[in-house]
Nanobody, 125 residues
Framework: QVQLVESGGGLVQAGGSLRLSCVVS????????MAWIRQAPGKEREFVAG????????DYGDSAKGRFTISRDNAKNTVSLQMNSLKPEDTADYSC??????????????????WGQGTQVTVSS
């Protein structure tokens, strides 16, 4: 089993920054690919960013490119998402998820082995 706990969400003004963290516990080595996925009320899930175990490969959704940066510290069992230049349309619940075996930027719940509970990000205009 793997447990994922997100933190760092909150209310921020447009143009501001937030740093989300996802702390991994349990079978931490079963987290080959870590991803951030978001969902706004009434909208479909959206892939935000993903990173492989070594950090050699990163994936970004179109809305995140150039503004968000994903990173991971395996020694601290933490994956972070630095979000800059936030926009009101970034308002959503942000969840981290993990796959133990493949790099696959997906929004489908079944493509990941474990999910966190999410952290809310609200960007005011």
């Amino acid at each position: 089993q793997v447990q994922l706990v997100e933190s760092g969400g909150g209310l921020v003004q447009a143009g501001g920054s937030l740093r989300l963290s996802c702390v991994v516990s349990g079978r931490t080595r079963d987290t080959y690919y870590m991803a951030w996925i978001r969902q706004a009320p009434g909208k479909e899930r959206e892939f935000v960013a993903g990173i492989t175990w070594s950090g050699s490969f990163e994936d970004y959704g179109d809305s995140a490119k150039g503004r968000f940066t994903i990173s991971r510290d395996n020694a601290k069992n933490t994956v972070s998402l630095q979000m800059n230049s936030l926009k009101p349309e970034d308002t959503a619940d942000y969840s981290c998820a993990t796959s133990h075996w493949r790099r696959y930027p997906s929004t489908v719940r079944e493509d990941y082995d474990f999910w966190g509970q999410g952290t809310q990000v609200t960007v005011s205009s």
